[in-house]
C-alpha cells in the first residue's frame, strides 16, 4: 500500500501513554514518534519524510496480508500478518507509567506466533530533532542504545534474533513459529537515568495498561446508538489529553497535508479555544469528569496568561509562545511546506470568547462551580467582547486571507454575551456591567439579521454583504444562536446541505482563503450536520446521514481531519480530535431527539 515509501494516512493506528503518541502503519512501522511529549521534535518522522525521518519497522520478512484492531475498549494494538508460511500477532502499546521504577517512555511490541514459521525482521532507525541529526549508536550494559544530548534510546529484545548495529540503525531477524512469543522495547529517556527493563516487568507493564484503559472504559457513561463508535472516540480523545497538564491537543501530529502535493499542511499538536466547548461538553456527556475539570481549568489558566485577551491556541503547559517555522523535509508525499508551530497564534479571532464563555456555561449548569475571582476575570472578557465585535477578524477556520466579518465570529461574540448575562443571572459574574452586555447583544443580532442573510441563498452567509457559504454556520444551530425568525436557521441548514454538500460529505466553505489550491471535505462538518439536523427536529434525516459518516472511519475506528471525495482516502492530521468530539456530539444529539 506504501507509495515512494508512504503509506495511506488511513492505514495509521495511533498509541500513546498520556504524554505523547506513536503513529504506527499497518504494515507494522512506527512512523511519527515525538519525544518526550507530543510537541517535542519526533524521533520517528518517515510520514513527514520517508528517506530522513526515522521509523521503527517490524514485519514478516515475507510478503504478507494485515489485519488489525484494537484490543477491546483499549488502545492497544493489535495487527495480525497472514503468510504463505504461517501467522503472526503483533500487538503494539505504549505503556502507562506504574508505581514501580521503569522508562521515561515506552514502546512494547510483542510478537507471538499462531502458526507455522514466519521469519520476522525488525529495525530501530532514530532520528532525533524532526530527522537532522543521526543519533550516536553504542552499547551500554551489553545493550543498544542511541543517544543524542539529553536524549537516550534503549532497545531491549527477547526472543527477537541477535541485534545489529548498523547504518545509523539497530536491527535484527527471528522467526515466529506457532506458539512462541516474543518482546521487542524501546525505552526512552530526557534529561534522566535511563532504565533498561527486566522482561518480567515488560510484560507486568502491557498486561496493566491493558487493564487501565478496559477500567477506563468500564466507568464511561454512554449507551446509546453508535456505542462502539463513541467509546472509540473517547480513546482517541484520551490519547490527545497531556496528563501533566489536562490540555487536549487537536491533533498529535504536523503537517500531514489537506491534499497531496499541496501547501496547506499545518501543525496540529497546541490545544484551541475554538475546540474548548465541543471539548468539555463530549467530556461531559460520556462520563469523563475527571479529564473535563482537568481541562477546564487548564483553559482558565492559560486564558489568564493573555487576559483579557484571549489566544487561538496555547501550547500544552499553557505558555502562549508559539511560533511557526519551516523544516528542511520532504513532507508526505511531497506535500510541503513541513511547519512546526502555527502561525495562528498571531490571528484576531472572535469566535473564541463565544466558545470560552459556552464552555464556562456548560461547566456550571452541569452543577459545578467557579470562584468570585474567576467570575470578575470573565466579566472583563465580555466587557472586552463589548468593544472588539465590530472589528474584522481571521474566522474560525484561521484564513490566511484579509480580516473579515465573518457570520460565525458575530454569532459567537453573541453567544459570548449572552452566557456571561445567563451566568450574571445565577450569580457567577458581577452584574455591574450587564446592562451594556444586553445593548451589545442584541446590536450584535441587528448586524446578524440585517447584513448577513442572503434572500438569494435563503441563508446566513459567509461574511456580512456576501454571498459565499460556510459550514461554521451550522454552529448557530449547536450553539443556540436566538434568530428573531427561528426559521433562518432552518434555512441555512438546507442551503449548507445542498449547496456545500457532496453525499454525506461537507465542504468548509466557499470562496477565497488566501491559499493555493483546494482540501477535502471537511469531516467535523459533517457531523455537526447530523447534530444540526437532530436539534431542528430531523432526527430521521440525522440516522441516515450519521449511519453514512461512522461508516466513513478507518478500520482501526480513527478519523483524520479530512477526506477526499473522490478518492475516499482520509487526509490531514490524524487522529483529529474535533471530528471525534463532532462524533460524540452528534450521537448524543440524535438520541436526545429520539433518533436512532
Known amino acids: 500500500m506504501r507509495e515512494n515509501g508512504y503509506a495511506p494516512i488511513a492505514e495509521y493506528a495511533a498509541i500513546g501513554d498520556g504524554r505523547t503518541v506513536a503513529l504506527v502503519a ?16 519526533s524521533v520517528f518522522g518517515a510520514v513527514l519524510d520517508a528517506e530522513r525521518g526515522g521509523c521503527f519497522l517490524l514485519a514478516p520478512a515475507v510478503p504478507f496480508e494485515v489485519e488489525r484492531c484494537y484490543a477491546e475498549d483499549t488502545n492497544i494494538l493489535e495487527t495480525t500478518f497472514r503468510t504463505d508460511d504461517g501467522v503472526v500477532r503483533v500487538t503494539d502499546a505504549m505503556t502507562i507509567p506504574g508505581a514501580g521504577l521503569g522508562p521515561e517512555r515506552e514502546i512494547v511490541r510483542r510478537v507471538e506466533g499462531l502458526s507455522g514459521n514466519v521469519p520476522m ?17 553504542g552499547q551500554r550494559s551489553g545493550l543498544p542504545v542511541a543517544d543524542d544530548g539529553a536524549h537516550a534510546l534503549a532497545v531491549r529484545t527477547w526472543d527477537a534474533g541477535e541485534e545489529e548495529i548498523q547504518d545509523g540503525a539497530v536491527a535484527g531477524r527471528f522467526a515466529a513459529r ?51 463508535e463513541v467509546v472509540r472516540s473517547a480513546l482517541a480523545l484520551k490519547l490527545l489529553v497531556y496528563s501533566p497538564s489536562g490540555a487536549i491537543v ?5 503537517s500531514l497535508p489537506e491534499v497531496i502535493g499541496g501547501e496547506r499542511n499545518w501543525d496540529y499538536r497546541f490545544a484551541w479555544i475554538r475546540d474548548a466547548a465541543f471539548t468539555l461538553e463530549a467530556l461531559l456527556d460520556i462520563g469523563c469528569p475527571e479529564e473535563a475539570h482537568a481541562f477546564f481549568w487548564w483553559l482558565l489558566h492559560s486564558s489568564q496568561l493573555t487576559h483579557p485577551r484571549l489566544q487561538v491556541l496555547y501550547r500544552l503547559d499553557g505558555s502562549p509562545h508559539v511560533r511557526e517555522e519551516e523544516l528542511p523535509l520532504a513532507g508526505y508525499r511531497g506535500s510541503g511546506p513541513v511547519r512546526v508551530g502555527n502561525g495562528a497564534v498571531e490571528q484576531h479571532q472572535l469566535d473564541i470568547y ?46 490566511r486571507s484579509r480580516p473579515g466579518h465573518f457570520t460565525h465570529s458575530k454569532m459567537m461574540c453573541w453567544v459570548a454575551l449572552d452566557r456571561a448575562l445567563r451566568l450574571s443571572d445565577a450569580g457567577h459574574l458581577p452584574a455591574r456591567h450587564a446592562s451594556t452586555w444586553r445593548r451589545e447583544r442584541l446590536a450584535i443580532r441587528e448586524f446578524i439579521e440585517t447584513r448577513c442573510w442572503s434572500e438569494r441563498l435563503g441563508s446566513y452567509t459567509r461574511q456580512a454583504g456576501g454571498e459565499e457559504l460556510d459550514a461554521s454556520l451550522l454552529l448557530g444551530v449547536l450553539f443556540g444562536y436566538d434568530a428573531p425568525d427561528p426559521g433562518r436557521l432552518t434555512a441555512t441548514v438546507n442551503t449548507l446541505r445542498r449547496d456545500l454538500g457532496c453525499g454525506p460529505l461537507l465542504s468548509r466553505y466557499s470562496g477565497e482563503d488566501g491559499l493555493r489550491g483546494t482540501e477535502g471535505a471537511f469531516l467535523c462538518c ?17 440516522t441516515e446521514l450519521m449511519e453514512q459518516l461512522v461508516a466513513l472511519a478507518s478500520d482501526v475506528g480513527l478519523y483524520a481531519e479530512e477526506l477526499d471525495p473522490h478518492t475516499g482516502g482520509l ?18 444529539s440524535i438520541s436526545k431527539a429520539g433518533g436512532g
Open 178 to 228: 506457532g506458539g512462541s512469543r516474543s518482546l521487542l522495547v524501546l525505552a526512552a529517556a530526557h534529561q534522566e537515568p535511563l532504565v533498561f527493563p527486566g522482561r518480567e516487568e515488560v510484560e507486568e507493564r502491557l498486561d496493566r495498561t491493558g487493564d487501565f484503559w478496559r477500567g477506563w472504559v468500564e466507568k464511561r457513561g454512554y449507551e446509546g446508538r453508535w456505542r462502539d
Open 121 to 137: 525482521a525488525w529495525s530501530v532507525e532514530p532520528r532525533f530533532g524532526y530527522g537532522a541529526r543521526q543519533p550516536r549508536l
Open 26 to 41: 499497518s504494515d507494522g512501522a512506527v512512523d511519527w514518534l515525538c519525544l518526550p511529549n507530543m510537541d517535542s521534535p
Open 526 to 542: 459533517s457531523f455537526w450536520l447530523a447534530d444540526a439536523l437532530a436539534r431542528i427536529g430531523r432526527p430521521d434525516e440525522a
Open 571 to 588: 487526509l490531514g492530521n490524524i487522529p483529529q480530535g474535533l471530528v471525534h468530539l463532532a462524533l460524540i456530539g452528534a450521537a448524543v
Open 354 to 399: 463565544g466558545d470560552l464563555f459556552e464552555t464556562v456555561w456548560t461547566y456550571v449548569v452541569r452543577g459545578n462551580e467557579i470562584d468570585g475571582d474567576t467570575g470578575g476575570r470573565l466579566a472583563e472578557i465580555a466587557d472586552l467582547v463589548c468593544r472588539i465585535w465590530r472589528q474584522p477578524d481571521s474566522g474560525i477556520w484561521e484564513v
Open 250 to 254: 487537536a491533533a498529535p501530529t504536523t
